[in-house]
């Protein structure tokens, strides 16, 4: 669901949304909201929640009665959890019990007004000391406890250079170029031009990025009106499927990427054509609608008034080349890709110091300053969840449901379409991971079908509705679109994009119909 990755305009952030996206849109605005009436900034304010001053206002009882249950259902779990002979009897209920509560947690941040990386904190710690009480010795559980963290770790690194990475080509205003090269106004025409550039550009950064740097391009050619609504959620199925066919592109690809279950070649030699697929079936069907085909207004170019920062163009080269070198730099040295991730943002720290050198006005375009942009919170949202179900894989549990499946689903088609259709409604991140405890490379080798079809399926999933991604509650919040007019407007072409794309993927995996030859020349290779 959408709320793993509320982020910056280049990286994940736990903000409230509102103010998020208030600071992409305005941020002199945004920061007039943090101040108190006489312009000064309350104490108690920070960036990361609202004013105090409107705590007031906001009391809600419902929402207190909601936290009070909560509180009180996890707390009973806990008395119980902590009696050992009960939990060495009933483990997998205890850890179940844990999960289900904190993952409820999750899900209903904002009615809770709890914050989910707090709540995935508590759930890990939970869930592992439970596990430690039930394994048969402690040395075991802190064996498997090691190994998990190491994994989970790969991630967290991963995914804190990579947003540093974006941070600093978004502070040098690296993304105009991308911008300045789309002149026309044909309704039409536009629509496709704004779908497969969100495309391109969202198989590179994360898919969050690229809807807001989509977005605010579209609120500055085209008026505010029911086409530029369905402009916005082009922009929304175009970052999800274009997340989907790179290991770099989406975070549960990425996921899968650092584990091993998919590979950099065949994912993309795989996955690209149904990702295409899924943008293309919208877009022709939304080319029919009467909002594309009316007359399409204008606006005044105010992109010419926005300038590029000093190098502005060396940083952005900089900043693709190094998120487009880590599959190189594993497939020649066989190192982890968050190691190739961290050369790159090395070498951009070194180079953006030399560039700024002496040039104290410009501060805020070097390495230190985007360290403070970029999301921690976001960050140790991952590194809870996915440390939660690295102890029910540890437990057994996940073993034990998807022999389960197997036995009442046989298809993997199924199996891998389902996790597309509740990660429109539930996190993609924790289904992919449980996922990945479930099936291991003996049942499902690296490359399988079922683990492809993973990719595809958990990254294009959520655009069948507005808050299924992360893309999805940007473009809601920016454009002021609500849950029902996407449903009624969009979420029936996006998902006929999603079938529309297993159905290529089957086609071309059968017919084994595949790219040409000459992309098996790139420095990604096979198994890399």
Not at 162 to 178: N, S, W, Y
Not at 183 to 192: E, I, S, V
């Amino acid at each position: 669901m959408w709320k793993s990755y509320t982020s910056s305009s280049s990286s994940f952030t736990y903000e409230p949304t509102v103010l998020v996206l208030k600071r992409h849109a305005d941020p002199f605005s945004y920061q007039q909201e943090l101040t108190s009436p006489s312009g000064l900034c309350d104490p108690l304010c920070s960036v990361d929640e609202a004013c105090s001053c409107n705590i007031e206002d906001k009391y809600n009882p419902r929402t207190v009665l909601l936290k009070a249950l909560a509180v009180f259902a996890a707390a009973a779990t806990v008395t119980l959890a902590i009696n050992q002979s009960w939990v060495v009897a009933n483990q997998d209920l205890a850890m179940a019990l844990l999960f289900g509560i904190g993952y409820a947690g999750i899900i209903f941040e904002e009615s809770l007004a709890f914050n989910k990386s707090g709540v995935g904190l508590l759930m890990a710690v939970s869930l592992w000391v439970v596990r430690s009480i039930g394994a048969p010795s402690t040395e075991i559980a802190v064996s498997e406890l090691t190994h998990a963290s190491a994994e989970v770790s790969e991630i967290v690194f991963f995914l804190l250079g990579a947003m540093t990475i974006v941070e600093i080509v978004d502070a040098h205003q690296g993304f105009k170029l991308v911008i300045d090269n789309i002149t026309t106004r044909k309704p039409r025409t536009l629509l496709w031009v704004v779908g497969f550039v969100t495309f391109l550009l969202s198989s590179i950064l994360d898919n969050m990025t690229t809807t807001i740097v989509m977005v605010s391009l579209l609120r500055k050619l085209v008026p505010p009106s029911e086409y530029r609504k369905i402009l916005g959620a082009v922009v929304v199925i175009a970052a999800n499927a274009g997340g989907a066919w790179t290991p770099i592109g989406d975070v549960t690809t990425t996921m899968l990427w650092i584990h091993g279950q998919i590979s950099t070649l065949p994912t993309m030699k795989g996955l690209i054509i149904p990702s295409a697929v899924s943008l293309a079936v919208p877009l022709a069907l939304m080319s029919m609608t009467s909002e594309v085909n009316g007359k399409g207004q204008v606006s005044p170019n105010v992109l010419a008034s926005e300038q590029m920062a000093p190098r502005g163009k060396l940083v952005l080269s900089l900043g693709i080349g190094a998120l487009i070198f880590v599959p190189v730099f594993k497939a020649l040295t066989g190192l982890p890709p968050y190691m190739g991730m961290l050369l790159g943002l090395g070498v951009l720290w070194i180079i953006t110091d030399v560039i700024h050198y002496n040039e104290s006005e410009r501060q805020k375009l070097k390495v230190p300053q985007a360290l403070s942009r970029i999301d921690t919170q976001g960050a140790l949202f991952f590194l809870g969840i996915l440390l939660s179900v690295s102890s029910l894989e540890a437990a057994g549990i996940l073993r034990k449901l998807a022999n389960y499946l197997d036995a009442h689903i046989p298809s993997v088609e199924l199996i891998a379409s389902a996790i597309g259709l509740v990660s429109a409604i539930i996190d993609n991140v924790p289904l992919v991971a449980a996922t990945m405890g479930m099936y291991d490379l003996s049942s499902m080798p690296q490359d399988s079908e079922f683990w492809q079809l993973v990719a595809y399926c958990a990254g294009t999933g959520g655009s069948m509705l507005v808050i299924g991604s992360a893309a999805g509650v940007a473009y809601m919040g920016m454009e002021k679109v609500d849950f029902f007019w996407y449903l009624r407007k969009v979420s029936g072409f996006a998902f006929a994009g999603f079938a529309a794309g297993i159905a290529a993927y089957l086609a071309v995996s059968h017919l084994h119909i595949s790219l040409p030859s000459t992309i098996a020349k790139l420095p990604f290779l096979p198994g890399s």
